[in-house]
T-cell receptor, first 116, second 112 residues
């Protein structure tokens, strides 16, 4: 049963703490993405990766870090430098986009991050 | 920066009726892709329909169809025979290279 899993479903962060959100896919997709969703706003791109051991910053990368050591996994770390981390985080994947883009992105169920 | 605008924060439709959600976008590209995603209360994003800009024919998927007006940079979603399960947030998105830019969404309520 192929799909994208994210864990945990809820995550609580204390001030000054780094936390890591997990994203795993078994769709054999090359590209993976992290988005942040705030109330009243659409999804905003944090980081994306088209291939193992390579990733690019999106529109709101400050205060976040990622790694792509395996094709199936793309964890996101919310660092203490992210001053307003409370949001819903969505991971997505797609087959390798051609130069013009356009491949459909498939999403995981999301992780809600709350600050204590 | 690319922008995608959904000017209707909320819409309501009677069950079995038809509703149209609006989306406009800004681009200087000639070739790109447009998407409508649905986000139900579970919050998982689900693809509804995809349109390739170089195709003049409007995409359809069962009860869902689009009205794509390339010159006007408009990409509206029509839902026919609305069902209670259609109640959700709907997001319009546009590709730019290998990235997507999303609108702010339209919340659709379906009245029984």
């Amino acid at each position: 049963d192929g799909g994208i899993t994210q864990s945990p479903k809820y995550l609580f962060r204390k001030e000054g703490q780094n936390v890591t959100l997990s994203c795993e896919q078994n769709l054999n997709h090359d590209a993976m993405y992290w988005y942040r969703q705030d109330p009243g706003q659409g999804l905003r791109l944090i980081y994306y990766s088209q291939i193992v051991n390579d990733f690019q910053k999106g529109d709101i990368a400050e205060g976040y870090s990622v790694s792509r050591e395996k094709k199936e996994s793309f964890p996101l770390t919310v660092t203490s430098a992210q001053k307003n981390p409370t949001a819903f985080y969505l991971c997505a994947s797609s087959i390798e986009p051609p130069p013009g883009g356009g491949e459909t992105q498939y999403f995981g169920p999301g992780t809600r991050l709350l600050v204590l | 920066a690319q922008t995608v605008t959904q000017s209707q924060p909320e819409m309501s439709v009677q069950e079995a009726e038809t509703v149209t959600l609006s989306c406009t976008y800004d681009t200087s590209e000639s070739d790109y892709y447009l998407f409508w995603y649905k986000q139900p209360p579970s919050r998982q994003m689900i693809l509804v329909i995809r349109q390739e800009a170089y195709k003049q024919q409007n995409a359809t998927e069962n009860r869902f169809s689009v009205n794509f007006q390339k010159a006007a940079k408009s990409f509206s979603l029509k839902i026919s025979d609305s069902q209670l399960g259609d109640a959700a947030m709907y997001f319009c998105a546009k590709s730019s290279g290998d990235k997507l830019t999303f609108g702010t969404g339209t919340r659709l309520a379906v009245r029984p």
